[in-house]
C-alpha cells in the first residue's frame, strides 16, 4: 500500500496526544497522551505506533473491499 501523501499512515505514540482521536481512535491517542505526561513522572509506558484512518481507508480503496462493500449494499 503506498502512500498518497496528504497524511502519514503510522504514527508513534510519542507524536500523538488527544487532539489526534479523529486520526488513531480514542486508545491510541490515550497512549499517546499518557507517555507525553507520565514518562516525565517516572511512569512507565511503552511506546508503540498507531495507524491511521487515512491507511485504513486506503487499504479498502486500494485493496477493492470498499467497491466489493458497495455492491453488497446495492443488493440489500
Known amino acids: 500500500m503506498s502512500n ?12 500523538l496526544g488527544m487532539n489526534d482521536v479523529d486520526r488513531v481512535g480514542g486508545k491510541n491517542a490515550s497512549l499517546g497522551e499518557m507517555i507525553t505526561n507520565l514518562s516525565g513522572m517516572g511512569v ?22 470498499n467497491q466489493r462493500i458497495y455492491e453488497l449494499l446495492d443488493k440489500t
Open 4 to 15: 498518497n501523501g496528504s497524511s502519514p499512515l503510522v504514527l508513534w505514540y510519542n507524536q
Open 44 to 65: 512507565s509506558v511503552p511506546n508503540g505506533f498507531a495507524t491511521t484512518a487515512d491507511a485504513f481507508n486506503q487499504f479498502l480503496d486500494q485493496s477493492g473491499v
